[in-house]
């Protein structure tokens, strides 16, 4: 396992895009390489190193043999491990919008919170986020018919809305509540939200949406029978049925 | 300026592949000039690239861009110290435009349809269009002051509001669009062949199509009228395309022209009763063009992969959206027009595209003189533009095409006559479709040739036409035709290798046609009430201002040589 430590110099007012901060990009490069990939600050171009410290193994391996630590605030880095195919990325703060972008393998993880459109896209791999994610996770950029189409995302702390909008695979677990409209325009994904939610599913056509705590359905869902999941009570729905939807949207049962 | 030793097709001029040197001067082709020099040894030169029927600019392409964010973050390439930045495939920004059609060679482009509503909008649009030429035709099908001449037979006055309407639009030509189909849409519905009466206008669609050729020739307009047929994308629609141009066979040109160029006639050369016996009629329309000398086409060509398709074809749209399940503007203009945008995306998998793609390479190969089919995609219902270097590969080898068909549906040949096809364009061919053709059809003296006078638009290519077989080695073609190596504008090179060397604005072309006075004067009162009546804009306030043309030609035609008068 080849290791590389990634940290800012200094707090970043003006935000940072650094799409190649991913191990595919990493793997073919020495250490001194590493440190000239490009990185832009609002309009203006630099490299990794005028903002970042580069330390680590300094001979080339495989993608699927980096381990990309991001130490310190990554709060203000857009677009960590876009379209990463496999190895790992751990941040041990927070990370910025559009972690985790396009990836089809590998893990990011991200140990404080995730910033808006975490995992968009997502082809495949493994996001875990430990604390909470902004808007967006997993879901369709502007425009976009399809949001994330394999993978796992996990966050466990809450979510902000539009969580996984234009859904068409994959899955998405959180624990914690969830923003309004998880799972809009659903095409066959699946959302698991432990805590509560506001309109779940509206647009769905396919997929499952898991509601553990309380939500507010749409009218437009028609009304099954109570279905046990992992020995708790759950009210089914079917819907939407203002798009002829099949997906299934499962409500907790209050306990009294 | 003199570019040595190219093997020059310029089909206007009778030359086809020979080796000679090029001289210009202050922008226009001569017959001896000193200068630079542009080393051309054994590489292909033609005329610039001239594009006759495009959807550039306007609010419909602007309603694609809002309407496909998705779409403007493909082919992103940040500004430089020459270039603006760059978006967008399918519906790219103004300024892509342009740099896209001079890195391929192309110097003009025409955009197909715009309502004089929206006139003002589209040349905004050309306008900030960097380097090509352009002219914008002008929407006149589903008019309520063209159907109320019509019904009332007043030729001199239907003619009299063409000159003004072209006049108002800043426009080229006559383009028409499913005649009376637009202003059904009004009320739900759509005319269902050319006999099929418009609802509260006592006309049909024949009428309206045959009164506007007679007074696009009234009018002596370099163009003809431009028309997109009735029915259009409809399976069995060919019927409709012969009993259309068949309306027109007595019609006299008033110049050396066709009478009516058909819009990308591969959406209405189809055959079957519905989507399941979808199939080719490309051979019969074919037929029609190599025994009738009266129409031109282009070809519309379809390819695989993502398009946005947007036309003042309402009804066509609706059907579109429902077909898809994809977003859908439906957008109504007033007076004028109706009309509508759905992106789509085109599979090879799916039989129906498949059969559409193969007509439209059956019709430009069926045809046997170059001078009747123009190379278009009908960007970007078809495809964008940028792919046209596809579609001369794909005319010019059989292997290719071969194939490409045999990785579609295996019903595909039952369904289409392509694949027994044995014909492969030559670059004489490919210069008359893509440069000499248009330009005579638009009727534009000065381009799409390289005779002494002519607008020193040039495009060398690197490739060697002696040396390289286009049959077997489609690849270099494509290549070298995707970039040219030297697009010369005016006399400047624009782009050299692919990198756009400077931005000279493009000229823009309109017509101005003369009517009598007294006719004008018996038009105006109809257009004073319809404004204070249902225009939501003042007349005063409706015709497009010069300001808007800063880099205007203006082309004289019409029925005498006075000036027509300022509208008060």
Known sequence: ?256 | MIIRGGIVYDPSNGIFGEEMDLFIDRGKMVEEARGEEIDASGLLVMPGGVDAHAHIAGKKVNTGRIMRPDDSRLGTEPRNGVCRPSTGYTVPNCYAMGYRYARMGYTTAFEAATPILEARHTHEELQEIPIIDKGALTLFGNNWQVMECVRDKDLSKLAAYVAWGLRSARGYGVKIVNPGGGESWGFGTNVKSVNDPVPNFDVTPAEIIRGLAQANELLHLPHSIHLHFNNLGKPGNYTTAIETLDLLKDIKPSRMRQVVHVAHMQFSAYGGTGWRDFESKAPVIADYFNSHNHATMDMGQLLFGSATTMTADAPLEYGNARLTHNKWSNHDIELEESSGVVPMIYSRKMLVNAVQWAVGLELALLVDDPWKVLMTTDHPNGSPFVNYPEVVTLLMSKPKRDAEMASMHEQLQKRTGLGEIQRELDWADIAIMTRAAPARILGLPDKGHLGPGADADITIYNLKPEELDTSQDHSLVKKAISTAMYTIKGGVVVSKDGKILCTPPGRAFWVDAAVPQADTDRLMPDLQEKFAKYYSIQLSNYAVQDAYLPHANVIRAGLSIEPLQEVA
């Open chain 1, 1 to 256: 396992m080849r290791s590389i430590v990634i940290a800012p110099r200094n707090v970043f007012c003006i935000s940072v895009e650094a799409e190649n901060i991913s191990p595919d990009r990493f793997a073919p490069l020495k250490i001194e390489e590493i440190k000239k990939l490009i990185v832009w600050q609002g309009n203006r171009q630099k490299i990794l190193s005028d903002l970042f410290t580069v330390d680590g193994e300094d001979s080339p391996s495989k993608a699927e043999d980096m381990a990309i630590r991001l130490s310190g605030d990554f709060s203000n880095v857009k677009r960590i491990g876009e379209g990463m195919t496999s190895g790992a990325i751990e941040v041990q703060g927070s990370a910025g919008m559009h972690a985790g972008n396009h990836m089809s393998g590998g893990i990011l993880s991200i140990a404080g919170n995730a910033d808006d459109w975490l995992a968009r896209e997502m082809l495949g791999g493994r996001v875990v986020v430990m604390g909470d994610a902004g808007n967006y996770v997993g879901a369709g950029y502007r425009g976009e018919k399809c949001g994330m189409r394999g993978g796992e995302i996990e966050v466990r702390g809450n979510a902000g809305a539009y969580l996984g909008e234009h859904l068409c695979g994959g899955s998405i677990r959180v624990g914690g509540n969830a923003g309004d409209f998880p799972g809009a325009a659903n095409q066959g994904g699946t959302i698991f939200i432990g805590g509560s939610t506001y309109l779940p599913g509206a647009e769905m056509s396919k997929g499952t949406i898991n509601v553990r705590g309380e939500t507010k359905v749409l009218p437009s869902f028609q009304k099954m029978e109570i279905a046990q999941i992992d020995g708790t009570d759950y009210q089914k729905y079917l819907g939407d049925l203002l798009e002829n939807g099949k997906g299934e949207l499962f409500v907790g049962v209050a306990v009294p």
